[in-house]
């Protein structure tokens, strides 16, 4: 395997310089207030919000683990990234609903929805979701992908992630994140689009590839009885994380909510949903092409995750490669970052504002980055476990944790948002047993190899994850509908616009009105792309 040259220091140089100058410029700017610090001053284009949708998304689950999973016999896993419809849904349904409620993070909008309880419980556990998940996966990753680009230790690539990111994100706020994210998303989206192109042809063309692994490997729908992705249960689980992940998901929706109007942010989110079809190409087609040249000997990896980065090193030329590799970090870092921004946000407005309601918004902005300064140590804390991480690949570890996540926090919000019958009592009693259902799930997972064969806890803990997310959430569902239906149903003047039935006349002109045929034809264009790719692979 090449290493780096001076050639590609100089053009990762290049890229921290500018980084660096981006968000020196904006921590120049004033920053005086929290809508300004946590979103942008609510004045984003609809250019700067998809690329930043993007760029927030694409991250370690793809530099490191997608492209694993084209590696590894596991193409199923490609529906998660064919979610471009849903991040659609997220401009369409979702926005508007949002919007009216003029909320900076989603627990505040379920607290205008329901009640102050479901905002601290979705507060304080999305808190610890991120961190546990969101920053220590990709601390893992970055650890993978700078040790394997720069030579350095594990130790050393992901503190240098971490570090890093956190110094720009405390200084700039989400100004800081989205501008930056716009710039990451460019390169990596140049970067990545050389590596497949020099790939394919290092591998002898797309036809070559498939005839060497087969053209079994690459059919993303398994039988019924297919145990690890049946294909109905793949379906039902990816669409309810789906859901979860792109519209009520503190990273992703902050972004649109930096948008300075609807119209703005629906076309954001389909510029996004347009830039998601692209880690297909980016990510999983390189993950084979590094399967397709180990199997033929010419290259050398040990596991699955690190076929991306042992790919760029093999096949790109001085200059190029510093330039994949200044795009590889840019994933990481701007993954990071979104977590670190919406974490301060989380835990400014929704635990330090409830509790100091009279606080300064100068004093908001500076908790903000003590915040975020506290997640960066929590990340660099956890930074030694987790090397332990184990088995399979990383990007299926991640679906396999969010589709136990996702369930309850799903059926909550759409209920919430298509029912106004739906009240406090039935979300607050969904969550909390969700979330303990998906501990004892997880819990019973870890321990599996000690339970009794047979027995009904074995059986729960070897249920595939699939079918298991399924059933939860029409689990989710029905305790939500029931608790509703046998409680008293809540006060409707409440509840004006935040749900389908509550919308009033000026409120649906003032939508139809942030639209035209061009956003139509656009979102039914990439659902169309979707549908291709659905078939092509089959």
């Not at 590894?72 to 997220?90: G, Q, T």
């Not at 659902?527 to 089959?538: D, G, H, K, P, Q």
Request: proline letters at 3%; one cysteine or more; aromatic letters at 14%.
């Amino acid at each position: 395997m090449q290493s780096l040259v001076t050639l590609d220091w100089v053009v990762i140089a290049g890229y921290f310089i500018l980084l660096l100058g981006v968000a020196w410029w904006v921590v120049s700017q004033k920053q005086a207030n929290s809508e300004d610090y946590f979103l942008a001053g609510r004045n984003m284009g609809w250019f700067v919000v998809g690329a930043s949708i993007f760029a927030s998304n694409i991250g370690s689950e793809h530099v490191v683990g997608l492209a694993g999973s084209g590696a590894a016999d596991k193409f199923p896993l490609l529906i998660y990234e064919l979610h471009a419809w849903v991040v659609v849904l997220l401009g369409w349904l979702f926005l508007p609903f949002y919007l009216r409620a003029g909320v900076f993070t989603m627990p505040e909008f379920l607290e205008k929805r329901f009640d102050p309880r479901a905002r601290w419980f979705l507060s304080l556990f999305s808190l610890a979701a991120y961190v546990l998940t969101k920053v220590s996966v990709t601390l893992y990753a970055g650890g993978i992908v700078i040790s394997t680009l720069l030579g350095v230790t594990f130790m050393q690539g992901a503190l240098a992630t971490v570090i890093l990111t956190g110094i720009y994100t405390v200084l700039g706020g989400m100004r800081a994140v989205v501008y930056t994210e716009t710039l990451q998303a460019v390169i990596l989206v140049i970067g990545a689009a050389c590596l497949t192109f020099m790939g394919l042809n290092a591998a002898g063309g797309w036809q070559s590839v498939r005839d060497t692994v087969g053209p079994e490997y690459m059919n993303m729908w398994r039988s019924m009885d297919d145990v690890n992705y049946p294909w109905h249960w793949l379906v039902l689980s990816s669409t309810i994380v789906g859901i979860w992940y792109w519209c009520t998901d503190q990273v992703i929706v902050q972004r649109v909510l930096t948008a300075k109007n609807l119209k703005e942010g629906r076309r954001g989110s389909i510029f996004g949903a347009f830039l998601k079809l692209m880690p297909l190409f980016l990510f999983l087609i390189p993950g084979i092409i590094a399967l397709v040249l180990k199997m033929r000997g010419e290259l050398e990896w040990d596991t699955p995750d690190q076929a991306f980065p042992a790919l760029m090193m093999h096949i790109l030329p001085a200059g190029l490669r510093g330039l994949v590799a200044a795009g590889l970090m840019a994933a990481l870092m701007s993954s990071l970052a979104s977590v670190f921004n919406s974490c301060s946000t989380l835990f400014t407005i929704d635990i330090y504002k409830k509790l100091k309601p009279d606080a300064s918004e100068q004093r908001m902005v500076q908790v903000g980055r003590i915040a975020t300064g506290v997640v960066v140590l929590l990340g660099v804390l956890w930074v030694p476990i987790i090397e332990r991480l184990a088995g399979g690949t990383l990007y299926e570890y991640l679906q396999n944790v969010q589709s136990y996540i996702a369930p309850p926090i799903t059926a909550v919000f759409l209920l919430g948002i298509f029912s106004s019958r739906v009240n406090s009592k039935g979300a607050l009693t969904t969550l909390f047993t969700g979330i303990i259902i998906a501990a004892i799930r997880l819990l019973l997972e870890v321990y599996k190899g000690s339970l009794p064969e047979g027995g009904f806890l074995y059986n729960m803990a070897d249920m595939n994850f699939l079918k298991f997310s399924s059933f939860f959430f029409l689990y989710c569902v029905a305790v939500t509908i029931l608790v509703s239906l046998f409680t008293a149903a809540p006060a409707k003047d409440k509840l004006s616009g935040l749900t389908l039935g509550t919308v009033t006349e000026e409120q649906r002109k003032e939508n139809n009105q942030s639209f035209g045929w061009v956003d139509i034809v656009a979102s039914l264009f990439i659902v169309s792309i979707v549908v291709y790719v659905m078939i092509y692979f089959s």
